[in-house]
């Protein structure tokens, strides 16, 4: 019953370095998002993808870069990190259809410092 | 555009009062409407959802109806607990299977005290 997978739940980097957030789901699901979630607020769309090799750019993607490989695994990946990242990650999931809810990851919550 | 907003917080309740979170959306279309709840140090969780004009979504004491006329989607319960403390999030999804989106609102912070 995993449903959506997300790790490392928590992680400081240093600015500049770099790290891969992963996700992976086992529920068949071909939508997949990434969101982060800064204090007191809503969630931003980062990046998603509709199916395997195919990603698409959401509401705030500089600073990320995303791949889909297969149909269970969505990495997020921070190249060079900046302070205005510090934020918490949530992946999600659908089935993609109209109706079809997201189903959320637990977050990863990163600082950096 | 399609926009989503809801009351803002904090929500301060004793238990057992009557609950409402307001949600009104913007939409071209016949969106699917959702409420999402995140407790602490948790992801979001699916609390219910309404697809048509007129349903009703309803879950662990929570209902919501989709009013098309007022373009709203508020919350409500009729007595609140302690364990219903956590953030509520009123989302719009639209569009086509190849191309849904979904708008999630700012968020409505709920603390119910004993």
């Known amino acids: 019953n995993a449903g959506v997978t997300q790790t490392p739940k928590f992680r400081i980097l240093k600015i500049g370095q770099s790290m891969t957030l992963q996700c992976a789901q086992d529920m068949n699901h071909n939508y997949m998002y990434w969101y982060r979630q800064d204090p007191g607020m809503g969630l931003k769309l980062i990046y998603y993808s509709v199916g395997a090799g195919i990603t698409d750019k959401g509401e705030v993607p500089n600073g990320y870069n995303v791949s889909r490989s297969t149909t269970e695994d969505f990495p997020l990946r921070l190249e060079l990190a900046a302070p205005s990242q510090t934020s918490v990650y949530f992946c999600a999931s659908s089935a993609g259809h109209s109706n079809q809810p997201q189903h959320f990851g637990d977050g990863t919550r990163l600082s950096i410092l | 555009g399609n926009s989503v907003t809801q009351m803002e917080g904090p929500v301060t309740l004793s238990e057992e009062a009557f609950l409402t979170i307001n949600c009104t959306y913007t939409?071209?279309?016949?969106?699917?409407l959702f409420w999402y709840v995140q407790y602490p140090g948790e992801g979001l969780q699916l609390l219910l959802k309404?697809?048509?004009?007129?349903d009703k979504g309803s879950n662990k004491g929570f209902e919501a109806t989709y009013r098309k006329e007022t373009t709203s989607f508020h919350l409500e319960k009729g007595s609140v607990q302690v364990s219903d403390s956590a953030v509520y999030f009123c989302?719009?999804?639209?569009?086509?299977?190849?191309?849904?989106?979904?708008?999630f609102g700012s968020g409505t912070r709920l603390s119910i005290r004993p």
């Open positions: 939409a071209t279309g016949y969106p699917s």
């Open positions: 309404a697809t048509k004009a007129d």
């Open positions: 989302a719009l999804l639209y569009g086509y299977s190849s191309a849904s989106k979904i708008i």
